[in-house]
């Protein structure tokens, strides 16, 4: 175990865009509810089950580099630093990179929900769920269909014309686009892309 990962502090990304209604003190995050109610819990596991989403048989499967860029989470096996007990479940987020320096200091860094980069040590892990982004899950049938995800570059440099879109995981607002000026961005609305991912939901960042 590693623990000098465990003491820089985590700071929220200042350009993380909250829904209008959003009041820190007053939100009770999904994590939170999860792990307090097991009958949200069930509700929640079940759905994310029916949305496509899988447990990985082996937890060291999330070093590899297909894993990059794909939304992920976890439960802890309690012997973290933090001190949580097992099972504690947690939202995680997207990964972003990983590291290998050896068997008990490998692990991944991802971007939470809400901007904050997170180092998570595999050691630390009793499970993990993920999402194929290929794999779409109609009613209670399942099969491999051809999905129809469309992907959009990561942001680069902020702008004052950025493009949002909503989170489906996290239900915030994603800067995805930063035009340098207001005729860009409103071409870059206009197009097909665009408006598919809008209305379907359906979209992800390229790894």
Do not use: C
Request: hydrophobic fraction near 30%; aromatic fraction near 14%; charged fraction near 30%.
């Amino acid at each position: 175990m590693n623990p000098n990962l465990q003491m820089y502090e985590r700071k929220e990304d200042i350009n993380t865009v909250h829904r209008p209604d959003f009041i820190p003190r007053r939100y009770n995050s999904i994590q939170d509810r999860v792990n307090s109610d097991p009958e949200f819990e069930k509700t929640y596991i079940n759905k994310l089950i029916s949305d496509g989403w899988y447990k990985l048989l082996d937890n060291r499967s999330i070093l590899s580099e297909e894993m990059k860029g794909r939304h992920f989470k976890y439960r802890l096996n309690g012997k973290s630093l933090s001190g949580a007990k097992k099972g504690t479940f947690r939202s995680g987020g997207i990964i972003i990179g990983r590291s290998n320096d050896d068997d008990d200091g490998k692990y991944i860094m991802y971007k939470a929900y809400n901007g904050r980069l997170f180092p998570l040590q595999i050691s630390d892990i009793l499970e993990i769920y993920t999402k194929d982004p290929s794999i779409n899950i109609q009613g209670s049938k399942k099969e491999r269909i051809v999905s129809k995800t469309v992907f959009f570059n990561r942001p680069g440099g902020i702008t004052k014309f950025p493009v949002y879109l909503m989170s489906e995981l996290s239900g915030e607002r994603i800067p995805i686009y930063y035009a340098r000026d207001k005729y860009s961005q409103e071409r870059f609305i206009a197009s097909k892309k665009y408006q598919y991912a809008l209305k379907t939901a359906d979209w992800n960042f390229s790894t």
